[in-house]
Nanobody
Framework: QVQLVESGGGLVQAGGSLRLSCAAS????????MGWFRQAPEKEREFVAA????????YYADGVKGRFTISRDNAENTVFLQMNSLKPEDTAVYYC????WGYGPVTPREYDYWGQGTQVTVSS
């Protein structure tokens, strides 16, 4: 049974930082592209960042480039999202997801497995 468990969310002031983690089990983690998405109230789920199986390729949404960094540790079956210079508009539930084929890392429907999400709230 595949499980993706996010952690590290919380409440932070604007300009602050958070580091999200997503621990994976039940799959061959090193074969999967891993992505982070977020969903704010009454908005659609949107792409944040993705990293290919080896960590050699990363992708970012325009709104987070230069502030967020995605990384992975295949030995620990974990993907991370370091979020710096947080803004109130970053407030959302953040989800990690796993995509076996990696053809469309920015597209939610390409992902095979999803975590339950972790809340990130940025106060102004």
């Amino acid at each position: 049974q595949v499980q993706l468990v996010e952690s590290g969310g919380g409440l932070v002031q604007a300009g602050g930082s958070l580091r999200l983690s997503c621990a994976a089990s039940g799959l061959t983690f090193s074969r999967y592209t891993m992505g982070w998405f977020r969903q704010a109230p009454e908005k659609e789920r949107e792409f944040v960042a993705a990293i290919n199986w080896s960590g050699g390729s990363t992708y970012y949404a325009d709104g987070v480039k230069g502030r967020f960094t995605i990384s992975r540790d295949n030995a620990e079956n974990t993907v991370f999202l370091q979020m710096n210079s947080l803004k109130p508009e970053d407030t959302a539930v953040y989800y990690c997801a796993a995509d076996l084929w990696g053809y469309g890392p920015v597209t939610p429907r390409e992902y095979d497995y999803w975590g339950q999400g972790t809340q990130v709230t940025v106060s102004s």
